[in-house]
């Protein structure tokens, strides 16, 4: 290559690069004035918002370039009322709404908070007890979750009162019976009202002492001479809860006229309190007649305030008084106490085996 032609294509290039970047410079500008004209926009844009917003808190007419909604016809009186009371109609509607949306947001929750604790339960192992009405039988498991324990009502029937619990004839197994029994693991859920848990103590308590004279009966028959102890273990379990329902039970008898559900069940703990008593702590009319008379006359109070109180007058001067559902149950209570008190103790066995006939010697 020649030196000249050399130098030529130094030219050349020095050139191309100087029309390159006169080519660049002349975009960049036309960017920049695009961008300044743009931001020029904005601000008038941004200033002619903020006089609205000023005229419109202000009060003053505004330019008439917003969109806002105007009246075709001029505004008169009549058209004034009604529009007031179109709008007090739609806020009473409104409100109306409201309260029946409230209402039925309650009623979601409380369905809800049911599931889940119905969902929990059914979790839960079968030794779940529920808390009976007066006069209705323990269940435990899954037939107790069936049981209702929600209902409670101051009217009662001729079935409200505590009635006897038939004593049971299943045999009892003196090696499985501690282990049914105890430890405690039943739960009492859903409730802090003194009186059902009360019941279900009473109820538990109850059932413990059936089943321990079964085992005495058992015992008398010589099934088996270690169920003696057994019978007095659950005589023990039966009295701690009796006692425990007693406690529950406290803080209602401090009213001035306490429930007649209260004053029967404060009455039949007593009862079996009592009966316990005579048969492990000595207690009876020859040996403690103190004693024996105090403990009597506590478990007669309560049935004796529930006489005296639940009286139904009739005739046309209310001069006829009769007993009320309540009233006839406390009687009857106070009549199988004082029975018992004089023929608990009778036994025909050893008459009948003093009998004797003719020539039964001789055989």
Known sequence: MSTFHFVGVCIAIAASSHLLAQGDSERTQAEIARMQRQLQSSRGEADRLLDLRLRHDLGLPSDGAER???????????????????????????????????????????????????????????????????????????????????????????????????????????ATVTNAMDPIRAQIHGSTDHLRVAHALFKAGQALIDRANVARDQAASGKDS??????????????????????????????????????????RCLELLFRYAERHEKLSLSGTPREW????????????????????????????????????AAQSAIEHFRWMNLNAGYDALPTIRALTWPGEREQ
Do not use: Y
């Open 226 to 267: 270690g169920l003696l102890a057994v019978a007095r273990d659950l005589d023990d379990r039966g009295m701690e809860r009796l006692r425990r329902a007693l406690d529950e039970l406290a803080p209602l008898m401090q009213d001035k006229q306490p429930a007649f559900e209260v004053l029967f069940c404060r009455g």
């Open 68 to 174: 806002t909604f105007r009246h075709a016809t001029p505004v008169s009186t009549e058209a004034m009322e009604r529009m007031d009371q179109d709008l007090r109609s739609q806020e009473a509607e409104n409100q109306t709404l409201a309260e029946r949306f409230e209402k039925l947001r309650t009623a979601v929750d409380a369905l809800r908070a049911e599931a889940a604790t119905k969902a929990k339960r059914d979790g839960e192992p079968d030794d779940i007890t529920v808390i009976p009405q007066t006069g209705s039988a323990p269940t435990t498991g899954s037939a107790a979750r069936r049981t209702p324990n929600a209902v409670e009502s101051t009217t009662t029937d001729t079935e409200s009162g505590p009635s006897p619990v038939d004593r049971p004839t299943t045999a009892i197994d003196p």
């Open 293 to 328: 008379q105090k403990r009597e006359q506590e478990v007669r109070d309560p049935f004796l305030q529930i006489s005296a109180r639940d009286v139904v007058r009739s005739g046309a001067r209310g001069e006829a008084e009769t007993l009320g559902v309540w009233g006839k």
